[in-house]
């Protein structure tokens, strides 16, 4: 099971526009109850009276390509089924640019567009998340700050919003109605290729920092969109995250803060905001998704042909220079600032983990280690059973760690004291032992196979199905390069009897784990008083 973390762009823009100014975490779109009124230009979306909604197109569906198609620009280069949503996966690259595009059809009606870009956050400044906010405040076909929130209140979006992960950002829309969804995609694309960010500064000042004054005899603030929500969102829990990955991966990029951190953000320059569509927005870095039932795709690959015909083909690489591997295990115990009077007493978070060198380009072991963490996570699993009997206060999790520049696998304690690491480090130690050498009982396996493949079962009753599904594609291709490394995960899920009965799992347990050289314990505790002591400085 892999780890994904995003910031989100809709709650954020709202709570800016109310002037609430900061929200406590990254949340997902919601509908608050007031709307802003719009200010600006009209919507180029036709808005349908409240009380109609589209009418349903009457004419016959386009089948779908065969493998070598050239379909309005886009050559069909891969086509396979996805028997969890009832889909067919049509993969094609943009015959002028190398753009991808990955056509997931099934027959539901709640059809969803999305663009992705592989991004790296370069430093701790927060360039992708701003330039994430930045992108829908206007393109140039498109010249409106308020149309994002004409587009979410005054036509029928299902779902609208942006977010940014440490390696891509993603730009998805989903909507009931095709002809809609096509204007959405003209916004999206032309936001993402000429905002209008690259020309109007007060955007800049407006998402990322500025300098402000209440009045003569104010204090000097700092203000922004961005600055607000992730002076918020850095609470101990992602100061502990990002901790971690800087001790396993030293100078690595994954180590920089892709929203942000509130001391580096007022760094960011408006010139090196620009830079950043330049080196990552282009056709040639990214990967467009449709999902659902469409009576004509093809529209959308056109749209999409005419947007990227002006680029020409550009390589991209994303070079990790600064990264330094580690030889040898690492300890590291950081201090979070709180406030005086604070309770600490089971404050902590521990991060202990096995880097695995080679497993990223070993696909089977990497399948066999990744799905090893489903076995674990269940609070029924021996691991789990160990770990509650040492800590009982403790909540544990396991994952691998696919974004970094090795694979990891990962476990973790909250509600713990810092003085536990130690214990908890030795506890994981015992209990891996022990599975090395015995394995996993089939009862186990059985149970854990039956609640699997009943939260498979669900998926589909997800009312945002599509986008979470492009989501999960997407953060599969940005860390593994498998464009379909994700639906080669949920095959793999079927796969947890035979493996464990053919000893995979004790196998990979000794030789990736207990045979591990590189280890990493990092503790993050909270310090009472901390907080004013820096405010001081």
């Not at 909604?53 to 198609?69: I, W, Y």
């Not at 094609?92 to 709640?110: P, R, S, V």
């Not at 919003?161 to 003209?186: C, G, H, R, V, W």
């Not at 978070?349 to 090893?372: H, M, R, S, W």
Request: aromatic content about 12%; some cysteine; proline content about 6%.
């Amino acid at each position: 099971m892999k780890k994904l973390m995003a910031w989100t762009l809709t709650v954020v823009m709202l709570l800016a526009l109310a002037g609430c100014g900061q929200t406590n975490a990254p949340a997902p779109a919601e509908t608050p109850a007031a709307t802003p009124a719009p200010t600006e230009a009209p919507a180029p979306v036709e808005t349908p009276a409240a009380t109609e909604a589209p009418a349903p197109e009457q004419t016959k569906s386009v089948p779908l390509p065969s493998l070598g198609d050239e379909v309005k620009g886009f050559v069909v280069k891969d086509v396979r089924e996805f028997p969890l949503i009832g889909a067919t996966l049509v993969t094609f690259e943009h015959a002028k640019t190398g753009a991808g595009l990955m056509y997931i059809a099934n027959n539901d009606t709640n059809r969803a567009f999305d663009l992705t870009f592989h991004t790296r956050a370069i430093d701790n400044t927060g360039l992708p998340h701003v330039f994430e906010h930045a992108t829908l405040d206007g393109s140039e076909k498109y010249p409106s700050k308020a149309l994002f929130f004409n587009l979410i209140y005054q036509t029928y979006n299902t779902y609208m919003n942006a977010s940014t992960s440490p390696l891509y950002t993603t730009f998805p829309i989903a909507s009931l109605s095709e002809a809609q969804l096509l204007k959405y995609a003209d916004y999206y694309t032309d936001s993402c290729l000429h905002p209008l960010i690259l020309e109007d500064e007060s955007i800049f000042r407006e998402e990322a920092w500025r300098y402000r004054m209440a009045d003569m005899d104010a204090p000097l603030t700092i203000e922004g969109t961005v600055y607000s929500e992730m002076r918020g969102a850095m609470d101990l829990s992602s100061s502990a995250y990002t901790g971690f990955l800087r001790s396993a991966f030293p100078g690595s990029t994954i180590g920089n803060v892709s929203g942000g951190e509130p001391e580096h953000i007022p760094e960011m320059t408006f010139e090196s905001l620009r830079n950043f569509h330049d080196l990552y927005y282009h056709p040639s870095n990214c990967t467009v998704f449709l999902y659902g039932d469409f009576e004509d795709y093809t529209a959308f690959l056109q749209l999409l042909d005419e947007a990227f015909a002006p680029y020409e083909k550009k390589e991209f690489t994303f070079e990790d220079a600064e990264y330094s591997p580690l030889t040898e295990p690492a300890v590291s115990s950081t201090a979070f600032p709180v406030e005086t009077g604070s309770d600490t007493e089971n404050a902590s978070a521990i991060y202990y983990a096995f880097i695995c060198p080679g497993l990223k380009d070993d696909f089977q072991e990497e399948l066999v280690l990744n799905t090893l963490t489903d076995l674990l996570v269940p609070d029924s699993s021996p691991l789990m059973q160990k770990l509650k009997r040492a800590l009982p206060s403790g909540q544990f999790a396991t994952y691998i760690e696919l974004d970094g520049p090795e694979d990891m696998i990962v476990f973790y304690a909250a509600n713990v004291n810092t003085e536990d690491a130690e214990t908890f480090r030795s506890t994981v130690d015992e209990a891996l032992a022990e599975l090395a050498e015995s394995g996993f009982s089939d009862e186990l396996v059985d149970g854990i196979v039956a609640s699997l493949n009943l939260s498979t079962k669900l998926t589909g009753e997800s009312s945002d199905l599509g986008v979470d599904i492009i989501n999960s594609i997407a953060g599969y291709y940005a860390s593994t390069g498998n464009l379909y490394g994700y639906m080669d995960y949920v095959d793999a899920l079927n796969q947890l009897k035979d493996w464990n009965s053919k000893g995979l799992y004790k196998h990979a347990i000794s030789d990736w784990l207990l045979n591990c050289d590189v280890t990493v314990l990092s503790v993050t505790y909270p310090e009472a008083g901390l907080r004013e002591t820096l405010d001081a400085a």
